[in-house]
């Protein structure tokens, strides 16, 4: 019954911000690392970011650094993830995943969100 529920996806303009948020349930939030992963189509699903529990740790896809921040409230059992300066190229549904940082800058997937599409014309 473990549930991750996104929310925030839509259509934006290139250079245009996006915040996307999952919530979580039917898991105890604070023993996992949260993350974003993204599929384009004809592409496989690549990582985007990953935080872990206790957020000292954080990890992001080369192609998002600087303009892309996860952040996550324990107290709430969401993880979000702002999206800012968004080209084209940024077109995915985009996931929400639940698990641990791995050893390889990515991050293992137990529980998955829905997916939320995201569109950036230019």
């Known amino acids: 019954q473990v549930q991750l529920v996104e929310s925030g996806g839509g259509s934006v303009q290139a250079g245009g911000s996006l915040k996307l948020s999952c919530a979580t349930s039917?898991?105890?939030?604070?023993?996992?690392?949260m993350g974003w992963f993204r599929q384009a189509p004809g592409k496989e699903r690549e990582f985007v970011a990953a935080m872990s529990w206790s957020i000292l740790n954080t990890r992001y896809a080369d192609s998002v650094k600087g303009r892309f921040t996860i952040s996550r409230d324990n107290a709430k059992n969401t993880v979000y993830l702002q999206m800012n300066s968004l080209k084209p190229e940024d077109t995915a549904v985009y996931y929400c995943?639940?698990?641990?940082?791995?050893?390889?800058?990515?991050?293992?997937?137990?529980?998955w969100g829905q997916g939320t599409q995201v569109t950036v014309s230019s």
């Open positions: 039917g898991l105890t939030f604070r023993n996992y690392a």
């Open positions: 995943a639940a698990g641990a940082l791995s050893v390889t800058a990515t991050m293992r997937s137990d529980y």
